[in-house]
């Protein structure tokens, strides 16, 4: 797994701090949506959600667990692992692998994850790529059908709430067309059928060959997030093709970063932007231990500007437990079934 690397020290965009990430992609020009055949998949009576991605590496994602809000509830909405990796077999088939903070913790998934989900919190996975020339932009229709029965299988057997992906750091020496497109719509028609329609979440982040999404699969996402990180940023969803703004995190939010009065206050005033605008949510990345990075201010800012609201933490610093293993775990097409319908393209 490779740590992602997006961080408010990049160059300014606009005044104010619109910060870029220093992922190897350039930004790819904006799509313009087609407005056919889209629906919304929202959950809950939450809005915007509040997302968060919590890097496996380094932190027990029951950090998340610790922060409630004004009413005793959950502040947390959606979780994201940062990151099982796209790796290929001898065959040069797309195959997962969690690494070796990633497998143990997989290994005793119902300790993690349970108490997270226990609070209502859904659980994704993301999926991201690992410089082996296999991502989610160069897979034909039968590459990814087979992709979409591993991903299904890794939710059904850990009780994921869904998948989430990030196209960066594939080393791509091909692309194929449409290879995006492919894989959200073989895995929506898998998890449709096998948990039920809309049961399980799908959600992109916004960089690397999202251009590839046409406007039936961009509306087969629940989520989508912004990718450029900053206290004042905000876009809307034209990026994606077929997303629309009740499914778009137009904020996005570095963690790993302190902010002065300013930018917290930049953070307060576009939550409330967001919450006005009726956006799908607020996502924010490389959430840290408290004693680490204290997240509680730009929760607190998130809070008054989106919902009136306060935060509170409870105390509990959750340290990671798991030891290691060098090995990681490797998932192929031959550890899991075929999971119905089979993808033909369409």
Known sequence: MKTKCLSLAAALFVAGAMFTSCANDPEEAPVQPDETQ????????????????VEINDNDPRIVTSYKDGNGKAFIDLV???????????????????NDKMAPMFADFHTYLDPIKAQGTKV????????????????????????????TYIVDTYQLD??????????????VDNSYSYIIKALRAKLDTKF??????????QWGNYGQIDAAAGAMLDYADHGYFGPNVFQSSSY???????????????????YNAIYLNQIKTRSSQAASGNYGGIMMFNMRRYSERSPLPVFQKIAEGAFGGTVTYDGTDYTRSWTPDPN?????KNDVPAYQPTFTGN
């Not at 329609?197 to 959600?203: N, R, V, Y």
């Not at 093709?241 to 499914?247: A, H, L, P, V, Y």
């Not at 990681?328 to 192929?332: A, F, N, P, S």
Request: net charge negative; charged share 20%; hydrophobic share 40%.
């Open 240 to 258: 994606i093709s077929g997303m629309t703004n009740d499914r778009w995190m137009p904020q996005a939010i570095q963690l790993g970063d302190s």
């Open 124 to 151: 994704l996975l993301t999926i991201l790529p690992n410089w082996q020339h296999k991502g989610m932009a160069n897979m034909d229709v039968a590459e990814a059908d087979r992709f979409a029965d591993i991903l």
């Open 196 to 205: 039920g329609a809309g049961a399980k979440l799908i959600t992109v982040f």
């Open 80 to 98: 994201h692992l940062f990151a099982a990796n796209v790796n290929v077999d001898s065959d040069g088939h797309a195959v997962i692998y969690f």
């Open 38 to 53: 889209i629906t919304t998949r929202a959950y809950g009576d939450k809005s915007p959600i509040v997302s968060v991605y």
């Open 328 to 332: 990681g775990y490797t998932i192929t």
């Open 162 to 175: 869904g998948i989430s992906f990030d196209d960066e750091y594939a080393d791509y020496y091909d692309y």
